[in-house]
């Protein structure tokens, strides 16, 4: 009875933690981010950042219809001027797209705004990282952070800016988090 019990305990508790997952989804492919001038995006993201160009697209734009509000949540008049795809290292690909919009909102997104973000590079050495970002003229945020208690402690970190204000972050865990000492699982790291 009691093996009985422990089975169906086991099985509920692996009801309630089960997620709900999309069919067949493999990860991330990539991440779409909206730029003030496409080429200016590119170099800074390949002579920079070190990420490799690949395909341009566009222009898109429905001057008569509702194509660009109906399929990507835009205003019906907003073009898509270009759009690139740029691969940095092992990564997500990034989609890089230059919009014109009568309603574009031309203020770089904070952290703190809703649908903020910001994208994260790993590097073995983090000093050396900012040491390059600094003789480039780019703009880092503050010093490198170290976490030192919890489950990223082994993890450095610092934010930087692109030349039109996206923020980005670089971060560093050659010996792994602390987490990895007590799970199984594992977080996605370009490291592996």
């Given at each position: 009875m009691k093996k009985f019990l422990l089975f169906v305990l086991v099985g509920l508790n692996m009801t309630v933690?089960?997620?709900?997952?999309?069919?067949?989804?493999?990860?991330?492919?990539?991440?779409?981010?909206t730029v003030p001038n496409l080429s200016q995006a590119v170099s800074f993201f390949?002579?920079?950042?070190?990420?490799?160009?690949?395909?341009?697209?566009?222009?898109?734009?429905?001057?008569?219809?509702?194509?660009?509000?109906?399929?990507?949540?835009v205003h019906p008049r907003a073009k898509i001027m270009k759009m690139q795809l740029v691969r940095c290292g092992n990564g997500s690909n990034l989609?890089?797209?230059?919009?014109?919009?009568?309603?574009?909102?031309?203020?770089?997104?904070?952290?703190?705004?809703?649908?903020?973000?910001?994208?994260?590079?790993?590097?073995d050495d983090i000093a050396k990282a900012v040491s390059y970002l600094k003789s480039n003229d780019i703009a880092v945020q503050g010093d490198i952070h170290v976490m030192e208690s919890g489950p990223s402690a082994?993890?450095?970190?610092?934010?930087?800016?692109?030349?039109?204000?996206?923020?980005?972050?670089?971060v560093s865990y050659p010996r792994g988090k602390a987490y990895e000492r007590t799970s199984n699982s594992r977080l996605f790291s370009p490291k592996h």
């Open positions: 933690t089960a997620q709900a997952a999309i069919p067949t989804m493999k990860g991330t492919e990539h991440i779409g981010v390949v002579d920079v950042i070190g990420c490799e160009a690949f395909y341009q697209l566009g222009p898109f734009a429905d001057d008569k219809g509702n194509w660009m509000q109906e399929n990507l949540n989609e890089l797209f230059e919009y014109q919009s009568p309603d574009q909102d031309k203020s770089p997104v904070k952290n703190s705004d809703i649908g903020g973000h910001h994208i994260a590079f790993y590097v082994g993890e450095s970190w610092v934010y930087f800016t692109s030349p039109w204000g996206m923020q980005l972050e670089l």
